[in-house]
């Protein structure tokens, strides 16, 4: 069950306040300028929003900001630790800031996040990386103010990687975002599945949902502010509400938020398959403005090996979730996560998978090969498979799912879609970037003023990983 979430008091936001007007005022009286941070972060979404709730305590410090590491007088990475290789990343980036440090001895290396949450990544960043100056893990981000005050105030190493691991939820930082059509609008935190193979339960600790009225009134915030296409945000977001004091699962707070005046569309992510209800799908069928997309991981097509990542579903659960969806929303896009080579995963096993994903025909498929996380149950099991089956697997799933998503954007030649028109590309010929509410991509024909707005585009042609279009004629 979920637990019921601890709001920061009033009282300690005014506290931690505090130190923020205490370091702007220390770099001001120091530096004579506004000081300037620079944020590097790596992983997923929510980790992205954490960086907004970041960037808008350090507005309150007085920081501004950079893109280069290097130039910063507060350089932050906020880390990820679902797969080795961002680690790697990490280090040698942080590693890369020696030098600039060396030049300015009063600038300030900081780490933070799921990676940093860990005991083993605390120590050895303690022994092997006196470049950072402060530590502190994904529990304790609110203190974000006071542990930079005690940092600048001692001249010493700051670490903490304390807290309660059921956790808390910060409200009253305006998060600093990227200006645009998109925003991220985390609704929960945390994560009580404990897939065998993932370590984020223990870094990002149990489930906490946000009230409600709290939700909307920051979802009103960004339809006024302009934001477009807006994402709601959680480990697993259809346990929204569970085991908290107020009356109102995730399909409720769909409908709710699908109500609010504005022109604007509405996805979410992360859904697991073993708290998809039909209640869900028909939320999503009953809304214009709720995007017929859903990204439903099912990570591998064997129910063998699904018990052994603690998924709590198998095979013919998931197919059955699928067809549900589809029969509300027979134009849904889906997308999915799947890893291969799991621990001891046999060839028959990997067999599943590919039936599965011809099967179901996804639009698309983010792939992974099983990367060990310590301290997690599926690092225990002592893995009898050869690195070099699981790349030839991989590749054959990645040349299966490419014909698919190729076959698939084929489909879309000569429809007309209305998507939003949300950037500028790099082709000459269509300038502009779109996103249908599936989430594919459009690179569109046009004037960068259509920018912001959605637009009714007829797709002309297709690649595998793109649609090209112009607009509608009448």
């Not at 910060?170 to 897939?195: H, S, T």
């Not at 659960?317 to 699928?322: E, M, P, W």
């Not at 509300?328 to 990997?350: A, R, W």
Request: hydrophobic share 35%; proline share 4%.
């Amino acid at each position: 069950m979920g637990k019921q979430p601890i709001t920061i008091s009033k009282e300690e936001l005014e506290r931690q306040r505090e130190f923020s007007e205490q370091i702007r005022r220390h770099y001001l009286e120091t530096m004579g300028r506004q000081p300037l941070a620079c944020v590097d972060t790596y992983g997923c979404q929510q980790n992205e929003a954490d960086s907004q709730l970041l960037r808008g305590m350090m507005i309150d410090m007085g920081f501004g900001f950079t893109p280069e590491p290097d130039q910063a007088d507060l350089a932050l990475f906020n880390t990820c630790a679902v797969r080795e290789h961002a680690e790697q990343r990490v280090f040698g980036n942080i590693g890369a800031l020696t030098h600039a440090k060396r030049r300015r001895p009063g600038m300030i290396v900081a780490m933070c996040g799921c990676m940093a949450q860990q005991e083993r990544i605390k120590e050895k960043v303690k022994k092997s990386f006196p470049v950072v100056d402060l530590l502190f893990g994904s529990h304790v981000l609110y203190r974000f103010p006071e542990l930079l005050w005690r940092r600048v105030q001692s001249g010493k190493r700051v670490f903490d990687i304390s807290g309660d691991e059921a956790g808390v939820i910060l409200e009253g930082v305006q998060p600093q975002r990227d200006r645009g059509v998109k925003a991220w609008l985390p609704i929960m935190y945390g994560c009580n599945n404990f897939c065998s193979y993932c370590i984020v339960p223990y870094v990002r600790g149990r489930e906490r949902s946000r009230q409600p009225e709290a939700v909307k009134a920051e979802f009103r915030r960004l339809v006024e502010e302009g934001y477009k296409d807006i994402t709601l945000l959680g480990q697993n977001v259809n346990s929204y509400g569970i085991g908290c004091d107020f009356d109102c699962d995730f399909a409720d707070l769909l409908e709710d938020l699908s109500r609010e005046p504005g022109d604007f569309i509405i996805r979410f992510m992360t859904s697991h398959p073993k708290d998809a209800s039909e209640k869900l799908f028909e939320t999503m069928a009953r809304h214009d403005n709720i995007a017929k997309h859903l990204h439903l991981p099912f990570q591998s097509g064997s129910s063998r090996v699904l018990e052994q990542m603690n998924r709590r579903y198998d095979r013919e659960q998931y197919l059955a979730l699928v067809q549900a969806a589809r029969r509300h929303m027979p134009g849904l896009t889906l997308s999915s996560d799947v890893i291969v080579g799991f621990p001891n995963e046999t060839e028959e096993d990997f067999e599943q998978t590919l039936s599965l994903v011809e099967q179901v025909q996804f639009d698309n498929l983010f792939t992974f090969i099983y990367s060990r996380r310590e301290g997690t149950a599926a690092a225990r099991i002592q893995d009898e498979t050869p690195a070099e089956d699981k790349k030839r697997r991989f590749q054959r799933l990645l040349d299966l799912q490419n014909g698919i998503s190729n076959r698939r954007n084929a489909q879309c030649v000569g429809k007309t879609f209305r998507a939003l028109v949300d950037g500028e590309g790099q082709d000459e010929e269509y300038p502009l970037t779109a996103r249908t509410e599936g989430q594919k991509l459009i690179r569109l024909k046009g004037d960068p003023s259509l920018i912001g707005k959605f637009a009714d585009i007829t797709i002309e042609k297709h690649t595998t990983w793109a649609l090209f279009g112009s607009l509608r004629q009448e």
